[in-house]
């Protein structure tokens, strides 16, 4: 039966935590906004001030941040007046607020700013508010999403006097209980109320920071001995828990990353009938007899205001039936709260319980035989264990949870009790413990006492909330210079297009950081290409052979890839080309092609200064390629060279094409709308069909030709230094080509994974991350690839997988430290995509102007890995473009093998003999 509880637990639960089903949840699982719990490293002075039953308790904590192992703590309780609990609400609070300023007078406490934290142990509805103004500053929440604002760089998290990220908390109180019912407070903002109040009293330097109920802080205070506690739980005279969920799962709060602290508000479990099949006539009178019938179920079976009822009854409907009590008058026990939960304690206990059983009965007025005696103690046994294993069940359900959550074999969890129950009878805490056990068997929880979970872990909590704010503002300062604003980007946008002038003219191209390269390919497939190409791809590590037949039933390609050592790259031209050449004559021999001289389509991905389709001098290599002798030359000349020298004859190279042409060009085999190429992998460029008119470097004055914009030098004259940071400045130092393509530095797959490896170092450094612990392994270059980016970014990954990646670099990092360094990658990427937006709107606008239209409507062919692989970078892209080139309808059409199947259409088109392919004005530069 315990099993069937635990489960209807697990469903209550799920209902609470959906956006869709809340509404209609008993259990109703709040989110907290507490997103962490104490390191250790807490210091400073706190002011708590606890609600209680009949009293308000007002508390100085000081924390040294030696591991919470010595605080400082002073405390007063103020008897609360009789009336306020029933009275109105603005009375409630102006009490507390006069309880505050006498405690501090009483205190001598400095006039610095004083973070409150504030116990109040009612339902609340909690929101966040991202605040961009206010008198009253707030210490900050400690919340990891990004703030977007129009401002400037790093705009949009505002820093109040005290320096700290402003995110306040709002605190609707759903539902009096306690014997509290004070007027015109439900629905309202209760640290508004406070915070009001206190203003009031003029101690305008005490902030409310904190709200919390008891719950809560008893996984606070359970947190201190350098373990963390992720689940409490409280059974008083009410009963509730709460624990840290996976945030994704919190719709109710629509965070994403790390965890959210949950409070259950168990105790209506059960109000739906739910629990009707367990509940005795005994647990319906008392009900019955409570000030809420029908409500709070799951409380009256558990909490120790109801026990003592429950026992009455018991003995009640026993004495009718003549089975106890014989010859007593009964009728004491009729009435209400004669029975009190600490009697009921003191009659379990084995030893001198049936002397207190015989002392409780007989001072009601009974009689008691020793088997009267006897038969008491058990039926308070009975009721105690049955409150212990219903307590077990719903625990289970959290730990299943938890372990599910977090795609876990085996949970391990602290778990913070406090509970009359627990310190009053260690049955208690045995019984559930083991049935925990038996019911959740996948979960192993150590059950922690708590040391005031109000008042101290009220502390904590305030404590933590400081901590992560300061944090936040130090994470956000570290990363300010790489979040840019939409004022940011249209500069970027303009200053590409001022650069794409400059590269298109005749005078100007010297100047111009980018080279705006004539292709000679004037003209798109029309669908009539025929016949077999061999094609050659060059433009990385790994180096393809392909043959590609263009049939009437489409295209149809072989290819094998040949890998390029390092020693050859980075070697001597004639070896790189003589490595070519010994893979075009494997593949050759492999196809039996020897015999055939075949029109060849070179895809060559560097920059090259191209002087007919077939004739291209290397302006520069990239991507890693360092091959002694070939700056300057024509690159189809080196291959043929090379050819002689292994006697391989019958080469015929009819166009020397970059890869993003290549990929242009397939696009448009699909759709004649794709007029631009885009590459957005190891490296970055683009390509587009500009008027032949505005190409200074081609005679001839009709039609269009595609321009290779070499786009990933862009900057390299200095004109983007401002937005160059000194993590980018890091990775350029180290490359082989430092101060050459810092563009494509700041986007591309081959130095995303660098930037962010620099900028978890820093983080390290300012004991950000890590909690500052030496990681000898992320000093090492190129230790974080770009992939796990992409990984880490994946919407949905557990943080648990996020900690294995991390963990294979061998970085421990706990669920915050992974919570931040998906921070980062998202931040880094983010930044990628929105500049790649910032050049395409340039691209596109002088496109739109060029042909004098109101509104374009253009495809852009796209390859690359970073866009195909990366969770997001195409998202943001799209969406930045839209934003800066509003007057352009762009559609993106990914590629297939642009490199391969787009040199075979370039080839296809020039053997096609019908288009005009221009001569050049100018000698190669």
Not at 60 to 74: F, K
Not at 415 to 422: A, H, M, P, R, T
Not at 486 to 497: F, I, K, N, S, T
Not at 632 to 650: C, I, P, S, W
Request: proline residues 3%; aromatic residues 6%; charged residues 20%.
């Amino acid at each position: 039966m315990l099993q069937v509880v635990k489960g209807r637990m697990l469903q209550a639960m799920h209902k609470g935590l959906s956006r869709q089903t809340h509404t209609q949840a008993n259990v109703r699982m709040l989110p907290t906004y507490i997103c962490s719990t104490p390191d250790g490293t807490e210091k400073g002075d706190l002011l708590v001030v606890e609600l209680c039953q009949s009293h308000v308790r007002t508390m100085w904590v000081t924390l040294l941040g030696d591991g919470n192992q010595s605080p400082q703590v002073m405390y007063k309780i103020f008897s609360m007046p009789g009336d306020i609990m029933q009275g109105k609400g603005e009375a409630l609070f102006d009490f507390i607020a006069q309880c505050v300023r006498q405690f501090l007078a009483g205190i001598s406490s400095p006039q610095h700013r004083l973070p409150l934290g504030f116990v109040f142990p009612f339902s609340c509805r909690h929101t966040r508010l991202d605040k961009v103004s206010g008198t009253a500053p707030s210490w900050g929440c400690g919340c990891s999403h990004q703030h977007i604002s129009g401002g400037g760089r790093g705009a949009g998290l505002v820093p109040e006097a005290n320096g700290l990220a402003t995110c306040s908390l709002q605190a609707e109180l759903i539902s009096w209980s306690k014997g509290f019912s004070c007027s015109d407070v439900e629905g309202k903002d209760i640290v508004q109320l406070l915070q009001s109040a206190i203003n009031k009293q003029e101690l305008y330097h005490v902030d409310v920071v904190a709200l919390m109920n008891d719950t809560v802080g008893t996984m606070m205070t359970c947190s201190m001995a350098g373990k963390p506690c992720e689940v409490a739980l409280v059974v008083g005279t009410g009963t509730n828990s709460c624990f840290m969920a996976m945030a994704q799962q919190v719709e109710m709060a629509e965070e994403t990353s790390g965890q959210m602290c949950v409070s259950t508000e168990w105790g209506c479990f059960g109000d739906d009938g739910t629990l009707s099949d367990i509940l005795t006539p005994y647990d319906q009178c008392v009900d019955e007899e409570s000030s809420n019938p029908g409500e709070k179920r799951f409380e009256k079976l558990v909490s120790s205001l109801y026990l003592g009822e429950i026992v009455r009854h018991v003995l009640t409907a026993l004495a009718a039936e003549k089975a106890l009590f014989i010859g007593s008058n009964v009728a004491v026990l009729r009435t209400k709260d004669v029975l009190k939960i600490q009697q009921v304690l003191e009659i379990i206990d084995n030893e001198e319980g049936m002397a207190e059983a015989r002392r409780a009965l007989e001072a009601l007025g009974l009689r008691p035989s020793e088997r009267d005696c006897c038969r008491v103690q058990q039926i308070c046994q009975a009721v105690v264990s049955r409150a212990a294993t219903l307590c077990a069940a719903g625990l289970a359900a959290i730990l299943s949870h938890m372990c599910q959550s977090q795609e876990l074999k085996q949970l391990v969890v602290n778990v913070g009790v406090d509970s009359e129950l627990y310190r009053g009878h260690t049955r208690f805490g045995e019984i559930l413990q083991s049935v925990t056990g038996l019911l959740a068997p996948e979960c192993m929880a150590t059950l922690l006492p708590s040391i005031d979970g109000t008042g101290w872990g009220a502390a904590m909590v305030t404590a933590v909330a400081l901590r992560l704010a300061a944090q936040r503002h130090e994470v956000d300062q570290v990363l300010a210079p790489l979040r840019l604003s939409r004022a940011d980007l249209q500069r970027v946008q303009a200053l590409m297009r001022q650069e794409m002038e400059l590269g298109l003219g005749w005078e100007s191209n010297a100047n111009a950081s980018v080279r705006m390269l004539p292709t000679y390919v004037c003209g798109t497939p029309n669908g009539t290409e025929r016949g077999e190409f061999l094609v050659l791809d060059l433009g990385g590590t790994n180096f393809r052979v392909l043959l590609v037949r263009l049939a009437e039933d489409g295209i149809h390609m072989a290819s094998k890839i040949y890998v390029i050592p390092t020693t050859i790259t980075q070697g001597s031209g004639e070896a790189l080309f003589d490595h070519i050449i010994e893979c075009i004559m494997d593949f050759q021999l492999k196809h039996n092609l020897t015999e055939q001289v075949l029109p060849l389509g070179f895809t060559f991905s560097f920059p090259c200064q191209q002087l007919g389709l077939d004739k291209a001098v290397l302006l520069s290599w990239t991507k890693g390629f360092s091959a002694s002798g070939c700056m300057g030359q024509d690159v189809v000349q080196l291959l043929q060279e090379a050819a002689q020298r292994k006697q391989h004859l019958g080469l015929k190279v009819v166009a020397v094409v970059n890869d993003t042409v290549g990929t242009m060009m397939s696009c448009g085999y699909e759709d004649p709308k794709c007029e631009i190429g885009l590459i957005v992998g190891t490296g970055t460029n683009a390509c587009y069909m500009e008027e032949m008119q505005n190409v200074g470097a081609v005679e001839g004055e009709q039609g269009r030709m595609c321009i290779n914009m070499e786009w990933g030098a862009f900057g390299d004259n200095g004109c983007l230094d401002d937005i160059f940071t000194d993590f980018d400045r890091l990775v350029d130092e180290k490359t082989i080509n430092a101060g050459k393509q810092r563009f494509e530095k700041l986007i591309s797959g081959m130095y995303l994974g660098e930037i962010v490896r620099h900028i978890l170092l820093a983080l390290v450094e300012k004991r950000l991350l890590f909690r500052g612990k030496p990681c000898p392994k992320l000093q090492i270059k190129g230790i974080f690839q770009t992939k796990f980016l992409s990984a880490i970014e994946i919407d949905g990954l557990a943080l648990r997988q996020v900690r294995a990646i991390l963990q294979d670099l061998e970085l421990q990092a706990s669920l915050e430290d992974s919570v931040l360094v998906r921070e980062v990658c998202q931040t880094a990427s983010l930044r990628a995509a929105q500049l790649c937006a910032a050049g395409l709107a340039a691209v596109v606008e002088k496109m739109r102007e060029n042909r004098g239209l109101a509104q374009l409507a253009v495809t852009v062919g796209v390859d690359g890995t970073l866009y195909k692989m990366h969770p997001c970078f195409s998202q943001h892209l799209q969406q930045m473009l839209r934003d800066l080139a509003p007057n352009c309808t762009v559609t993106f059409l990914q590629s297939e093998d642009g490199s391969g199947k787009g040199a075979a259409l370039v080839a296809a088109v020039a053997c096609r003999g019908a288009e005009p392919w221009g001569q050049p004005l100018l000698p190669p530069q």
